[in-house]
Structures are given as C-alpha cells and as structure tokens.
C-alpha cells in the first residue's frame, strides 16, 4: 500500500503523473473494499443485508463529494469536515457489518494527509481503536488477529507516508538545487559574455591607438616636415596641406573610437576617480584609496591596464586574503606611474601561487604589465599579508 498525494492547495503546482497514480489506486482500494462489504452481505443474506448495502453507499456517496468538491482540496477545515462525514458514514457502516473494518486501511492514509500530523496519528490509533471495537462487537471469539491487523495496518500507513513525505521534501529541495544550478549557469554565462565584450573592447581600442592612431600621427608629422621642407610658392603644398588635414580628421577620429571602446568605469572620470570608486564599492574589508604625486592624463591603455589589475587584485583580496584592511596607492612620478595593493590578510607563498581563475589570476596581471613594458612584483608570506606592485613607464606623449 502506498500513501497517496496531498490534496493540491492553492499556489502548489498540478499533481504529478505518479501522484495521479497514487490517487487513482486510493479510490480503487476504497470502493473495492466497500463492493466486496455489500457484496458478501448479500450473497450471504445477512440479517441486515439492506442496511450493509445503505451504509455503503452513503460511504461512497460522501466520498464522492468531497473528491469533486475543490473547498475540501483547499481548505484543511473542510477537508477536516469531510473527513469527519467519512468517519461517520463508516461507523455506521462498522455498525451493521463486520466486514466495515476493512475501510479502516484507506481511512489512515486519508486522516494522515488531511490532518497535521500529531492529530493525523491520533485519529489513526482512534479509527484502529474503532476497527477493533467494531470487529469484537460482531465476533464472539477473540483472536490476535483481530487486534494485530488494524495496529500493523496504522503502524505502516503512519511509517509509508512519513517516508513519502521525507522522499517529497528530498525531490523538491534537489529541484531547487537544480533551478540554482541553471539560473547560477546562466549568469555565469551572462558574466562570461559581459567580460568578453569588455576584453575585447579594450582590446580593440590598444589596437586602434598603438597601430591607427600611431600610424595616423607618424604620417601627419612626416607630412608636416614636408611641408617645411618645400618652397612657398611649390604646387605640392596644397595638397599637402589637405593630405595633413584629413590625417589630423582620421587621428581624432580614431582617437573617438579609442574613447567609445574605453571600459565604463572610465568613461565618466580620470583613473584616479575610477580607483576610488573601486575602493569604496568593494565588500569585504576596509579598502583606502590615496593618490601621490601630480596626476597626468596617460593613453588608454595604461588606464585600463592599471584599472584591470586593480580589480583582480581586490578581487583576490576579497576571495582569498581574509584580510581586514587594504589599500590602493597610484604613485605619479617622473616618468613612470606605479600602482600599489597591499593587505593585512593571510598571506602565502608566491613561489607556489595557483594561476587564478578565469584568467584574472597574477599570470594575467603580469602579462597586462609586461605587454606595456612594465614590471610586476608580488611581495607575500603566510600569516604577513600581500603586496602587489606595478610600474609602468609612462610614454613620450605623457611625459610632454
């Protein structure tokens, strides 16, 4: 015998095709258990054959009604009523024929689901009680059996639903988990297509300036050099003039496009303020931001590269360091620019440092320092935090 399903409640999704299953097999048990009562009364001609056969229809009557009543599958008080309906129709049923105490069995599971639980197993013992009483009244000759049966019939109904409903609980929290697992999925996905697009929009625009716009530039200086080289009154100097002029269009133009591809955190602001709003943005530990020396305009490269390696190495503060304290130093000097990240967390060895995840570990910080000439060092000790350290030799254009 297995429990059948609770009663759908609003809110609760459709029954499932094995809770259709169970329920169905429900009322198979019931009104096969109530045919075989009338039955036997009237192929044995009982005394009270009319009365048997009445009984078990008015059973059957009521339990008709409350399944195709849809207050009694969303209220618990009138599944409580229903119930209690049943139970008298049974009684009586119990009354004028022996044969009632086999309605018993598909009364626990009904009384288990419609009723909290501690009430549940209490009209369990009280309908075994009744089964037992019922069975005595018509019988002369007391047996084990006739006590043993309805006890093992609660005792399991009571033990299957339970398991049923530790199983229930069981799918429906993996169908949770499930449901996580897909929409963590699909943000892990939307976040890896984000950092695409930002990689290569920043990839784009080093492109642009290091190869266009340097070419662009190159071009309008060497036009311009002969331009001074020529005699006032030579034929060639408006055209050089307007070759100049459409190479200093084209220049703008490309350094339009670096801009339009810049990351968002620098868009609206200097490096300086994208660092602080960094800082003071970050979960975790208390991050400062402090700023040293005059701070200059640099190529777009060089603040995305120090912007980059700024967040993966709080991001790694963050994660790994349990520290309480950081801070992120932007040092403008001479001719050089220098971004410090130091921690009061709990250190480790460099020598053994894994390579990161999803490339944003220190390999990928190096390589960002060293594609601009840079250098990269990690300072770090188990127990004695982390510093990490980047410099970069600021370019001609900056120093001018």
């Not at 993966?312 to 360091?321: E, F, G, K, Q, Y």
């Not at 894994?354 to 990269?376: C, D, I, K, N, V």
Request: net charge neutral; glycine share 8%; proline share 7%.
């Amino acid at each position: 015998m297995t429990a059948p399903p609770s009663p759908p409640t609003p809110g609760v999704r459709t029954l499932t095709p094995v809770s259709r299953v169970l329920r169905l097999c429900l009322h198979a048990l019931l009104f096969g258990l109530l045919a075989l009562a009338a039955g036997r009364a009237v192929a044995d001609s009982a005394p009270r054959a009319g009365w048997v056969v009445a009984a078990c229809a008015l059973l059957a009557a009521v339990y008709v009604a409350g399944v195709r009543t849809p207050v009694v599958h969303s209220s618990a008080r009138a599944g409580a009523v229903w119930l209690a309906g049943l139970c008298a129709a049974w009684a009586a049923l119990l009354v004028v024929s022996p044969d009632g105490l086999w309605i018993a069995f598909p009364l626990y599971f009904l009384e288990l689901h419609l009723l909290r639980l501690r009430w549940g197993v209490a009209a369990v013992a009280a309908t075994a009680a009744a089964a037992i009483g019922g069975f005595l009244a018509h019988s002369s000759a007391v047996t084990p059996g006739a006590f043993l049966g309805p006890l093992l019939g609660g005792a399991v109904a009571v033990a299957t639903v339970l398991g049923y409903q530790a199983l229930y609980r069981e799918s429906e929290r993996r169908r949770e988990l499930i449901e996580e697992l897909i929409t963590t999925r699909a943000e892990l996905a939307a976040a890896e297509r984000g950092a695409g697009i930002l990689a290569e929009r920043e990839r784009l625009a080093r492109e642009i300036h290091d190869t266009l716009a340097q070419g662009l530039s190159s071009i309008q200086l060497l036009l311009r050099a002969a331009e001074r080289s020529l005699p006032e009154d030579s034929a060639a100097l408006p055209h050089i003039g307007r070759a100049r002029e459409a190479a200093q269009e084209n220049l703008a133009e490309a350094r339009r496009f670096v801009r339009a591809l810049t990351p968002p955190d620098l868009e609206h602001g200097s490096l300086p303020a994208a660092l602080e709003r960094l800082c003071s943005g970050a979960p975790g530990p208390r991050v400062r931001f402090s700023l040293s020396g005059t701070p200059r305009p640099l190529p777009t490269p060089y603040e995305v590269a120090l912007l980059r390696i700024a967040q993966s190495a709080l991001a790694n503060v963050v994660r790994h360091a349990g520290a309480g304290r950081a801070e992120i130093t932007l040092t403008f000097m001479d001719s050089s620019v220098t971004l410090d990240i130091v921690d009061d967390g709990k250190g480790f060895d460099p020598t053994s440092a894994p390579s990161g995840e999803g490339g944003f570990g220190l390999p990928a910080m190096r390589s960002r320092a060293e594609t601009l000439s840079g250098l990269f060092t990690v300072e770090s000790a188990p127990g004695q935090g982390t510093a990490v350290a980047v410099t970069l030799p600021l370019p001609a254009e900056a120093l001018s």
